[in-house]
């Protein structure tokens, strides 16, 4: 599973960052947050078909935009994309994301 936080390198991305980070270590997961910031997050919102920042991103999907400062949420959101993930689907709301 690939997370990532795309954003334009303000503080609110960088919370989501840290955040997300500190959900990744509580559920015990290997993977790494990364963290596409500046020049580079912008187009890579652009690419993603975001409008808004900041993205958290699971395996190249939109998953949440905009910020929350609720680890539990994050933790409920990667649980979910694993576990859609996991089934080879996609969630319910058929726009690709991992509802």
């Not at 503080?11 to 500046?38: D, F, N, P, R, W």
């Amino acid at each position: 599973m690939k997370i990532q936080v795309l954003g334009s390198g303000c503080s609110t991305c960088q919370k989501l960052h840290e955040i997300t980070q500190k959900a990744v270590s509580e559920m015990g997961l290997k993977e790494k947050v990364e963290y596409v910031s500046g020049a580079e997050g912008m187009r890579a919102l652009i690419e993603i078909g975001s409008m808004s920042s900041p993205v958290l991103a699971i395996d190249g999907e939109i998953a949440m935009s905009g910020f929350t400062p609720d680890v539990e949420k994050i933790k409920k959101i990667i649980k979910e994309c694993k576990k859609s993930k996991d089934k080879n689907s996609q969630c319910s709301c058929g726009k690709g994301g991992c509802c």
